[in-house]
């Protein structure tokens, strides 16, 4: 019973397995070699177990499967050239097959053996010379791809290495399974324990294939493979602690006693179980439970959504203990999204979707607070404003005063006056500037003979149009081409009907103000009042665009004007 046992749980652990590849990695390459594989080690082991139940009925089954069986080794063949990233793969396939086809027609048309009874079975399968024949060719093919993968463990390192180690020891396992059908054939009067390793040959293969991404098969796929693995060694232990007291105790007498026994195992089994497959889901699937208030407490802290997104990642993946390349969430705005959960366990996708509904409320408050910064900015520039207003009023008439009654001064004297009275104008109408509230027209502008008037090199294509405020619009480029200027070297502006780049070829920008550099007063060229790229972000932010930093091949600084895609439909 143990054997006919251990080849049918290996035959349907094998269909299983081979069922589970072609659903999850059909499209990757290896997969329809691997399933035919697993299939023709399926059908092997129910040949083997045909006859020990039914004596030498099942002969013809059998008979055809065993003179079948130097197909599966080509294909494992296959699989390993494959696998090895062989130069010679097709030779080596088209050759692996042609032996096979030749072994299969000399030993269906001359017979490889018959069916005997065998150490107490039923039936057992002994060879003729063509079935030694046609095992000698399995047994050859299977030699010649356990070679290669020894080969390539040899010469390999790294991943490589322990991949061809994983799938040769699993294969290895295998061939230690098959010597116990040699048994029968060699007169060994001995039951053959190497079979009931068997069912464990098809799990080991497709776990060495899958887990070490021979086929880059995804991370649930894995460790789907990893559960049946786990559930199988846990059903295993339980069949085996279940019938513990039966091995002790003996067999019972009657029928009664029988039935109440095998009952009594059954139930046994059946309770040791449950807490065997419980441990296997925590050690596959770990963090199925989740506790919120840790998690939002930590989502709190963080100061954007860039950060927020890195954290929950983060997070999410330690918590369930998943790779830096698996399934994670996107924040964008004050929505989140779930990317590679799909196929994901019930359990861990809901994990998943609570994380997310808590990313999405530390999201929420983000918005709410910068839309609360914003409006206090508004609120402050508005007032900035009106007091730009009011200095403006207060400070300009005394100037044009003081600058009439220098009149009678000496010229030199004037010159000066002149020179300072022009620099509060300016600084002034550059606070009333960057105070405004800017409200812009946009309108089609052909940008060929509107930027020709700045003095500088243009590159645009003839016909480009830029819908934008031209007053506006004006009042940027003087700034950023009056600061090129000032830089020295050469200038030239590059402009699509989206963008424009201002470069200069000057000293460039100093690394430690390259992240604030629109801001007030953080950069001041010589003669400037230090708001001038802080009137140009405000500007392009009235178009709903952006002005920042740029890269051109051959300039050292360039400075890119990007305007908002709705400008059209209000232009």
Known sequence: ????????????????????????????????????????????????????????????????????????????????????????????????YGMAIMA????????????????????????????????????????????????????????????????????????????????????????????????LYSVALVYAVVRHRFMAADVWARRGLVWILLLAGAGGAAALIATLPLALAGRPEGFVATWAALAGAMALGLLVMAPLKRLTDRLVFPGA??????????????????ALEALANAMLRQHLGLAEDGPGLAVVGDAVTLNGWDDAP??????????????????????????????????????????????????????????????????????????????????VTDILDYARAWTIAPRPIELAPYLAGFGVSVDVAEGTTLHADPAALRRAL???VDNAKAMGGDCAIFADDRTIDICDKGPGIAPEIADSLFKPFVSRRPGGT??????????????????????????????????????????
């Open 346 to 427: 019930f359990a861990l996708r809901h994990t998943a979707a609570r994380v997310a509904t808590l990313v999405e409320e530390a999201a929420r408050r983000l918005a709410s607070a910068r839309r609360m910064v914003e409006a206090e900015r508004e609120a402050r520039l508005a007032e900035l404003g009106a007091l730009a207003a009011t200095i403006a009023h207060d400070l300009r008439n005394p100037l044009g005063i003081v600058q009439m009654a220098a009149t009678g001064a000496p010229p030199e004297v004037r010159a000066e006056i002149g020179e300072q009275v022009g620099r509060m104008n300016v600084l």
């Open 104 to 199: 299969v027609v000399a030993g269906l048309a001359l017979g490889v053996g018959r069916i005997a009874p065998w150490h107490g079975f039923a039936g057992a399968f002994v060879p003729s010379l063509a079935g030694w024949g046609v095992l000698a060719v399995t047994a050859a093919l299977s030699v010649m791809g356990h070679l290669r993968l020894l080969q390539t463990w040899r010469q390999q390192s790294g991943l490589h290495r322990d991949q061809a180690g994983a799938v040769f020891v699993s294969s290895g396992i295998g061939l230690l399974a098959l010597s116990g059908f040699a048994f029968p054939a060699l007169g060994i009067e001995a039951y053959p324990w190497p079979v009931l390793a068997l069912p």
């Open 1 to 96: 019973m143990a054997y006919i046992g251990a080849l049918g749980l290996t035959a349907l652990a094998s269909f299983v397995l081979a069922g589970f590849v072609a659903a999850r990695a059909r499209a990757l390459p290896g997969a329809w070699t691997l399933v035919a594989f697993l299939c023709g080690v399926a059908l092997w082991s129910l040949a083997m177990a045909a006859p020990a139940m039914l004596g030498a009925s099942a002969a013809p089954f059998t008979l055809t499967v065993i003179a079948l069986s130097p197909l599966p080794a080509a294909a494992f063949v296959h699989l390993v050239f494959a696998f090895a990233l062989c130069g010679a793969l097709r030779p080596v396939a088209w050759g692996s």
């Open 530 to 571: 230090g708001l001038g790229l802080a009137i140009v972000r405000r500007i392009l932010e009235a178009h709903g665009g952006t002005a920042t930093l740029a890269r051109r091949e051959g300039w050292t600084t360039c400075f890119r004007l990007t305007f908002g895609p709705d400008l059209r439909e209000r232009a």
């Open 289 to 306: 439970r989740l506790d919120l208030e840790p998690w939002r407490d930590a989502l709190a802290q963080v100061a954007d959504e860039r």
């Open 478 to 480: 003087a700034n950023l």
